[in-house]
């Protein structure tokens, strides 16, 4: 064989190699599009009254009233007199459909700037580790994301999405940095702190 054969070998398997290792990280890493506001249909929000997404919030859901204006349902918890005398109450308050755009647009822009965790999943979950907060966005095409955030030193969360009944289980992907959520996370401080009565 001389060398010409040699080297055109030589270059289709490193093209060949190039494209697969862009296929398999194009088809292993979870990117989300922006789908925008208009294909929202509820968002759901566990705060796990851990004070990360809004003070003393417990939880939250988000979606449309009979007007189609955007109602947000939260369920919060005053512990500020201790544990051994928590305070539950709950408000009720409009956002604008730019809101609902603006919290969407931040979990997806958040999500794709993470990555797979090389941590190992079973020891993270087998070390109990604390729930920071948690949210679900469905769509109307039938599609949603939801997400399981980890209070961990490295900063993990569960990444679950799909199409039907959404999944709440932690059996999704361990991802990384939870830092890449903080967006997320200053965008709904935003809307509560501007629209909560």
Not at 9 to 28: C, D, E, P, Q, R
Not at 176 to 188: F, M, N, Q, R, Y
């Amino acid at each position: 064989m001389n060398d010409q054969g040699l080297k055109a070998i030589i270059i289709t398997v490193i093209v060949t190699l190039a494209v697969l290792g862009a296929a398999f990280l194009y088809f292993n890493n979870p990117t989300i599009d922006d789908v925008g506001e208009s294909n929202v249909v509820s968002i759901s929000i566990n705060g796990n009254s851990s004070d990360i997404i809004f003070p003393e919030l417990m939880d939250a859901y988000i979606d449309r009233d009979a007007d189609g204006n955007w109602q947000v349902y939260a369920s919060f918890l005053d512990d500020s007199e201790g544990w051994e005398d928590p305070e539950p109450y709950e408000r009720t308050f409009t956002i604008s459909t730019e809101n609902v755009t603006a919290i969407s647009n931040a979990l997806l822009t958040g999500l794709n700037q993470t990555y797979l965790s090389e941590d190992n999943e079973a020891e993270i979950m087998d070390s109990y580790p604390h729930i920071g907060f948690d949210i679900e966005i469905v769509y109307a095409d039938g599609t949603w994301i939801y997400v399981c955030t980890f209070q961990t030193e490295q900063g993990h969360f569960v990444l679950n999405s799909g199409n039907g009944t959404p999944d709440r289980s932690l059996m999704g992907p361990l991802m990384e940095p939870l830092s890449a959520l903080d967006g997320l996370v200053s965008t709904i401080q935003s809307v509560f702190s501007d629209n909560m009565n």
